[in-house]
């Protein structure tokens, strides 16, 4: 089957590229949804100026495969904040006006007020701004979990004389390894879309993975290809390199979890159960009049409850992040 040729700027130097698509097909492209159109139509011109994105946030955006660039995802994020600054404000009103004209307690409801028209648009941002560099994270941690079993693939194929080049582009057909396999179709795309050669696009492939452990083994695949090195015997290096380190990891994780159940026991249940029963005591004897009821009302229907949710979400993190 024949090849159409399509120019494609490179993505580092700048220079052409030739992207290579089969007969007849025609190129897709990744397009912004439309909340995020219609901040880029309106935010454009901010963000159209050369070197006013941080490039931490593009590097980002790159290794998290949001599939969005740099410019328009700020544009995305101010329109969002600008959306969320006129619900603050909408919330606060609506705080003061329930507040003072309904309950009567003018002060403390005005001052959540003000806590809600504030948080509502900063929290946003601040969620919106690290939404990248969070799911780069959480990659990161996906790949490191799945590289161990991965490597029995590599070097299972290796064993049988595979070219490396055929090796990721079988192991980007196999789903079940995860955001592995996703990094594999991507050094696919490479060579066989972009027309890049194998070890520079390993190079690339190493410089834009959020994992430590994929970088470091992509690293030591074309070192050891540069000089002359054999593949087989290194992928069954880092295979039980990659297990022990999965199972050192795996102790910790028990181990933290086992510290933060004691903590539960005296942070959740101990410390909470000492402290509502000291505020009762004082509540009856009259010492500290009704603002004690009301403490003790605060502790027993948001503390308690906030804590444990904490610690719930906490130690289903880490048995997801410890499940293989």
């Known amino acids: 089957m024949g090849a159409e040729l399509y120019g494609q700027e490179g993505p580092v130097d700048g220079t052409a590229r030739i992207v290579r698509i ?9 397009g912004l949804n439309p909340l995020q159109a219609l901040a880029w139509k309106y935010f454009r011109h901010k963000y159209e100026i050369e070197g006013a994105v941080d490039p931490s946030l593009e590097e980002d955006l790159l290794k998290s495969h949001m ?15 600008y959306l ?25 409801i005005l001052l959540f007020s ?7 648009p900063v929290g946003g941002y601040v969620v919106l ?27 299972a194929m290796a064993s049988a004389d595979v070219n490396i080049d055929t090796i990721f582009k079988e192991l980007a057909k196999e789903k079940i390894y995860g955001e592995v396999a996703e990094e594999a179709a991507w050094i696919t795309r490479d060579t066989e879309l972009l027309g890049i050669d194998i070890l520079t696009a390993l190079k690339q492939a190493a410089a834009r993975t959020p994992s430590r452990r994929m970088q470091d083994f992509l690293q030591g695949v074309v070192t050891t290809a540069t000089t002359g090195g054999q593949l087989k015997p290194y992928f069954l290096i880092k295979a039980e390199q990659y297990e022990r380190e999965n199972k050192l990891d795996m102790a910790k994780r028990i181990e ?7 903590t539960f026991v005296t942070v959740v249940v101990a410390f909470p159960l000492f402290l509502i029963i000291m505020i009762a005591i004082f509540t009856v004897v009259g010492t500290g009049g009704g603002g ?6 605060a502790i027993v229907a948001m503390m308690l409850p906030a804590l444990q949710f904490v610690f719930i979400w906490m130690m289903m993190v880490m048995s997801k992040e410890g499940a293989q």
Do not use: Q
């Open 84 to 108: 969320l600054l006129v619900v603050g404000v909408g919330l606060a009103v609506a705080l003061a006006v329930v507040g003072i004209f309904l309950l009567g307690t003018g002060p403390i």
């Open 256 to 262: 933290t979890m086992g510290l933060m159940a004691e």
């Open 292 to 297: 004690m009821s009301v403490i003790l009302w």
């Open 129 to 155: 701004r690290s939404l990248p560099s969070s799911r780069a994270k959480t990659r990161g941690r996906e790949i490191d979990k799945r590289i161990s079993s991965t490597m029995s693939f590599i070097s």
């Open 67 to 81: 599939r969005i660039g740099g410019k328009e995802y700020m544009a995305f994020v101010m329109f969002t904040t």
């Open 114 to 120: 003000v806590i809600a028209g504030v948080f509502t």
């Open 22 to 30: 089969s007969k007849g097909s025609t190129p897709t492209y990744t």
